[in-house]
């Protein structure tokens, strides 16, 4: 399970919502984005995700880093942003 479909169960829990039309709703994207979110096609962008990470009362920094491994593939890139900057 990917991390935005674990966000976005979390906001069906929340919210107690049934369907991915209504989370659609709830954080303003048509359902058929919500719809490929949960099928795994793509990441949630980072708008939607602070939008999700402020319902859900959720610090935006885990969120971020929670989204690194769905959003990219190279580790190499993984690591730098997790590793913040040391300049």
């Known amino acids: 399970m990917t991390y935005t479909i674990e966000l976005l169960n979390a906001v069906k829990s929340k919210y107690s919502l049934t369907t991915d039309y209504q989370v659609a709703k709830k954080i303003g994207v048509t359902s058929s984005r919500v719809s490929n979110w ?25 969120v971020v880093y929670g989204l690194l491994n769905d959003k990219y593939e190279n580790p190499r890139l993984i690591n730098t942003l997790r590793a913040g900057c040391h300049a």
């Open 38 to 62: 949960m099928r795994g096609r793509n990441a949630m962008d980072w708008e939607v995700a602070f939008k999700v990470a402020d319902l859900l009362e959720m610090d935006d920094q885990n």
